[in-house]
Antibody, heavy 119, light 110 residues
Framework: EVQLLESGGGLVQPGGSLRLSCAAS????????MSWVRQAPGKGLEWVSS????????YYADSVKGRFTISRDSSKNTLYLQMNSLRAEDTAIYYC????????????WGQGTLVTVSS | QSVLTQPPSVSAAPGQKVTISCSGS????????VSWYQQLPGTAPKLLIY???KRPSGIPDRFSGSKSGTSATLGITGLQTGDEADYYC???????????FGGGTKLTVL
């Protein structure tokens, strides 16, 4: 059974940093691309970033490019999202998702972790 | 404002059929497959339809998808109260080099 468990969310001040983790199990982690998708309170889904199975290729939404870094550790079956220079508009639930084939085809999602950026 | 356009809400009675549209352009829907996601209240999104019209294992055939040109449609027949959720379409946008989602459609089963 595929399981994705996010952690690392919390309250951070504007300009601060946070690192999210997503522990994966139930599938061959290194064989699949992974993504982060966020959802601001009461709003729709927004794609944040994706990374290939090997980790060689990364993709970012313009809204986070230069501030967020996606990475993965296949020895730990864990996906990461390093978030720097956080802004109030980054406040959202962050979901990690397993990519089936195309980057927009996410077949399993974690339960999400809440990031709140506020002073 | 989302790249893909969905109606904010739709509603229908139990047992009836409803369709949800997703409108895009040649840089996204027109040249890429479309996926649909269901988000029940307070839960994570769930893959409902992929490659325009395919259903993952476990998704009932009451749910269907189609695509024509730069628009896609999700259809739900035999509506149940448990279908009340937000529904999102998603695809790749070749001009933006980004995954794009519709703004979401809230389905109410009256």
């Amino acid at each position: 059974e595929v399981q994705l468990l996010e952690s690392g969310g919390g309250l951070v001040q504007p300009g601060g940093s946070l690192r999210l983790s997503c522990a994966a199990s139930g599938f061959t982690f290194s064989s699949y691309a992974m993504s982060w998708v966020r959802q601001a309170p009461g709003k729709g889904l927004e794609w944040v970033s994706s990374i290939s199975g090997s980790g060689d290729s990364t993709y970012y939404a313009d809204s986070v490019k230069g501030r967020f870094t996606i990475s993965r550790d296949s020895s730990k079956n864990t996906l990461y999202l390093q978030m720097n220079s956080l802004r109030a508009e980054d406040t959202a639930i962050y979901y990690c998702a397993k990519v089936r084939i195309q980057l927009w085809l996410m077949d399993y999602w974690g339960q999400g972790t809440l990031v709140t950026v506020s002073s | 404002q989302s790249v893909l356009t969905q109606p904010p809400s739709v509603s229908a009675a139990p047992g009836q059929k409803v369709t949800i549209s997703c409108s895009g352009s040649s840089s996204n829907i027109g040249n890429n497959y479309v996926s649909w996601y269901q988000q029940l209240p307070g839960t994570a999104p769930k893959l409902l339809i992929y490659d325009n019209n395919k259903r993952p294992s476990g998704i009932p055939d009451r749910f269907s998808g189609s695509k024509s040109g730069t628009s896609a449609t999700l259809g739900i027949t035999g509506l149940q109260t448990g279908d009340e959720a937000d529904y999102y379409c998603g695809t790749w946008d070749s001009s933006l080099n980004a995954v794009v989602f519709g703004g979401g459609t809230k389905l109410t089963v009256l």
